[in-house]
């Protein structure tokens, strides 16, 4: 059994796609969200999206930082979180405008103060006001905040996020098929719109990234910080602190910063493409829980993919990597590892696409292709300087 499910926690979600199978399961079953009727206005022209996630437990090295340094500036970082894991799922069926939000915060009132909510819940405004500039209008309803510290240990910060939105402008990834190729877009670096270097990590995997990466110590002075049934082998067996060190790019920058960058959005460079090419995207994906095999999910018909140009991993994936000594079959499947959008369409399409990116500085390029299945069933390949995995679905 891997660390990951030792922890308690599951890439793939088996149990939850078993518990929701019974469910409606929308319009375009190949959609990244579900999709349903326009039940607020009954316009058979129109679709209802809604979706709910949230920072996940990023929230706990949030809370680790901000006890050893007092900066209540990191928890803006998990309102961003918060916001980008809905937008960026609804960016994956073309919503990029007139979204609604509203948040949820559950908080152990006697560790999370009200500082940190003030700080959660105008970070979130001031986050919507930066998109706005792009022309990613988000409307914030406000939402739901309860002390329940018998249920949460310190605090869950998420939300739900809702569109009505026309159906011919929708992606759902029914056009995927062979012959297509497939841009990703980085997840690291330091786009346009962000104030600093983002190491690419996002929102998912943190149970991992935080138990591989982070010293003992953390489960000594901080044992609200973890579930206390989980075996000593497995609980923050990394040999960092969050003070530490790396030289990225000339500049040394904490481990704390690295495992805490806030999550990407790629809103801003999404509502640029959607404008210029909707008719030659195929199909987007987000590449958060599930990593690298994210895709397979969401294909229409059987298919082999095969992603053989991928980008080198950024720093803080070796970083867990080296203190977990996971195998890269299960880094791809956990994390990113380096590109968290990908858009399936043609070639010259994406060529344009990709200086399209970096004119918003994004780093992109062909990371695959798509091909006919071989064998009935849908087959996966990543091949790199790492040697190569292969999934069957």
């Known amino acids: 059994m891997s660390l990951y499910a030792q922890r308690g926690v599951s890439a793939q979600k088996e149990e939850v796609h078993q518990a929701i199978q019974k469910l409606d399961q929308g319009l375009y079953a190949h959609a990244f969200c579900k999709i349903y009727p326009d039940f607020l206005c009954n316009d058979p022209a129109w679709v209802n999206i809604m979706h709910a996630d949230g920072a996940g437990t990023k929230s706990i090295l949030a809370y680790l930082y901000w006890k050893e340094t007092g900066d209540l500036s990191v928890w803006k970082g998990i309102a961003q979180d918060a916001v980008a894991m809905n937008l960026d799922d609804l960016l994956c069926v073309g919503v990029t405008d007139q979204l609604l939000f509203s948040s949820t915060i559950d908080r152990n009132k006697l560790l999370i103060n009200g500082d940190i909510l003030e700080a959660i819940i105008n970070g979130t405004q001031e986050f919507f006001d930066t998109l706005k500039t792009y022309g990613v209008n ?15 240990r310190t605090v869950a910060v998420n939300g739900t ?29 330091k786009a346009n719109y962000e104030t600093e270097y983002n190491s690419g990590l996002g929102s998912n995997g943190l149970t991992s990234a935080r138990h591989d990466v982070l010293d003992k110590m953390y489960a000594r002075q901080y044992p609200e910080s973890f579930e206390p049934k989980l075996q000593d082998k497995v609980v923050y067996i990394g040999k960092n602190k969050m003070s530490d060190t790396i ?34 995207i195929h199909g987007v994906i987000h590449c958060s829980g599930g990593g690298q095999t994210k895709c397979m999910k969401y294909l229409p018909k059987p298919l082999h993919i095969i992603k053989d140009n991928l980008f080198t991993p950024p720093p803080v994936f070796e970083l867990i990597r080296e203190n977990s000594g996971a195998d890269w079959r299960e880094m791809y499947q956990v994390f990113n590892m380096g590109h968290r959008l990908e858009i399936f369409t043609n070639e010259a399409t994406a060529n344009s696409m990709i200086e399209t990116a970096a004119s918003l500085g994004i780093e992109a390029q062909i990371v695959g292709r798509v091909e006919a299945a071989t064998a009935g069933h849908s087959s996966l390949l990543l091949k790199g300087s790492f040697g190569e995995v292969s999934y069957q679905y």
């Open 247 to 280: 030289n990225i790019g000339g500049k040394h920058i904490s481990i704390g910063k690295l495992l805490l960058s806030p999550t990407r959005t790629y809103a801003p460079l999404m509502k640029l493409l959607l404008d210029q090419h909707f008719d030659q």
């Open 138 to 152: 988000i409307h914030y309803l406000g939402g739901e905040t309860a002390d329940v510290g018998d249920v949460v």
């Open 161 to 189: 996020m809702t569109s009505r939105w026309p159906k011919n402008k929708l992606i759902t990834n029914d056009l995927i098929a062979e012959g297509d190729v497939i841009v990703g877009f980085a997840s690291a670096g």
